[in-house]
């Protein structure tokens, strides 16, 4: 009876289990097999509203759609020009905090200093060694910023495709959001890769492009080319700190055409077209939506109503950027933090690697 009364108990407590245990899991869905998200920028100082509208704004959305991502403040590759070193270090400051009040969190990516994290060199050294010298010749990045430069430009301006092609496969990722200007140079990366696993095994994957919605933001002063702050046209670019004041002033100086409807014609009213795109980038309306709200107005009152759209939306970026600014030791504090934990990813890559190539 007491047998009885045990095997009941038993048969008892498993039926409760049961009860209790949840159903298999259904396989975790892939994420569009993103696995692994890498973007960097140089830190040039403040960015300006083509930075922010054509890349950081994007990286925000990543960050909060995406389990694994990480943003690097890409110092090495600033000097392949020459660089003031105190300006260089002020920069990356700078970068830094306009990328925390952009909207880049710590907590849901990983936002690091390059140079801070060595096993970025030594990856870039041994894709160097794989890659032909004609390849990076042919580059059209390199045949343009060459042309800018005496004596055909520096090895480091060469080369730098091969270091971001570096910084990209150092964490083994899967995607990296990309511009127009850089496909070109993701092809090389992907090259890369198939090279260095065709000579020792499987071992990067083939870095996906992520392309931005949001085309080249364009000059406000010559159309033809993208918005830069190299540019000596002050009024060509729109910096995201730049006071109200500036902003409506570097609007209503935009170059845009004789012609007072507002219309939407890239290739024959480019410079109309580039200021509705900045409207329907910054408003989130679809670009129709934005001319057919703006019928009735010419265009020198629809470049003040694009600027105040522009000031309404860089306000509180342009706000929390003053405070951050104030407080460089945060400001260190995150980046220490952020190489740290891109480190831990990358060392055991970069050991592997050197495993592969025959490093003891």
């Not at 692994?36 to 300006?48: K, L, W």
């Not at 390199?142 to 730098?160: E, I, R, S």
């Not at 500036?246 to 935009?254: M, N, S, T």
């Not at 050991?351 to 025959?358: A, D, I, P, T, Y």
Request: glycine share 4%; proline share 6%.
């Amino acid at each position: 009876m007491a047998l009885y009364s045990m095997r009941k108990a038993h048969r008892c407590w498993r039926f409760i289990r049961a009860l209790h245990k949840a159903p298999d899991a259904a396989p975790a869905p892939q994420k569009d097999a993103v696995k692994r998200i890498f973007s960097g920028i140089q830190p040039t100082g403040i960015p300006h509203l083509g930075n922010y509208l054509g890349a950081i704004e994007s990286w925000v959305r990543l960050q909060d759609k995406h389990d694994s991502v990480l943003y690097s403040i890409a110092d090495l590759h600033s000097v392949t020009v020459p660089q003031d070193p105190a300006v260089l270090r002020q920069s990356t400051l700078d970068m830094t905090a306009a990328l925390l009040a952009c909207g880049i969190n710590p907590e849901k990516s990983i936002l690091f200093q390059q140079s801070q994290v060595s096993e970025h060199t030594q990856l870039g050294w041994i894709l160097t060694c794989m890659v032909r010298l004609p390849r990076l010749q042919h580059l059209h990045q390199w045949k343009a910023k060459a042309a800018k430069q005496k004596h055909d430009g520096t090895v480091g301006l060469l080369t730098y495709p091969v270091l971001q092609a570096a910084d990209i496969l150092l964490y083994k990722s899967t995607h990296v959001p990309v511009g127009e200007d850089q496909a070109q140079h993701l092809e090389l990366v992907q090259d890369l890769a198939r090279g260095f696993n065709k000579k020792y095994g499987a071992f990067f994957p083939l870095p996906t492009p992520i392309l931005t919605s949001m085309k080249k933001v364009k000059s406000l002063r010559d159309p033809s080319a993208k918005m830069s702050k190299s540019d000596p046209d002050k009024l060509a670019t729109v910096r995201i700190t730049d006071s109200p004041e500036e902003i409506v002033q570097k609007f209503r100086k935009a170059v845009t055409d004789c012609t007072s409807e507002v219309t939407y014609d890239p290739a024959g009213r480019a410079g109309v077209a580039n200021v509705v795109a900045i409207h329907a980038a910054v408003t989130g309306l679809p670009v129709h939506e934005v001319v057919r709200r703006a019928a009735g107005l010419d265009t020198a009152r629809y470049k003040l109503l694009v600027a105040d759209a522009v000031i309404e939306k860089l306000a509180p970026i342009r706000s929390e950027i003053e405070k951050l600014t104030l407080d460089k030791d945060h400001l260190e504090k995150v980046l220490r933090a952020g190489s740290a934990k891109a480190r831990d990813i990358a060392y055991p890559v970069c050991q592997e690697v050197k495993k592969l190539v025959g490093f003891l």
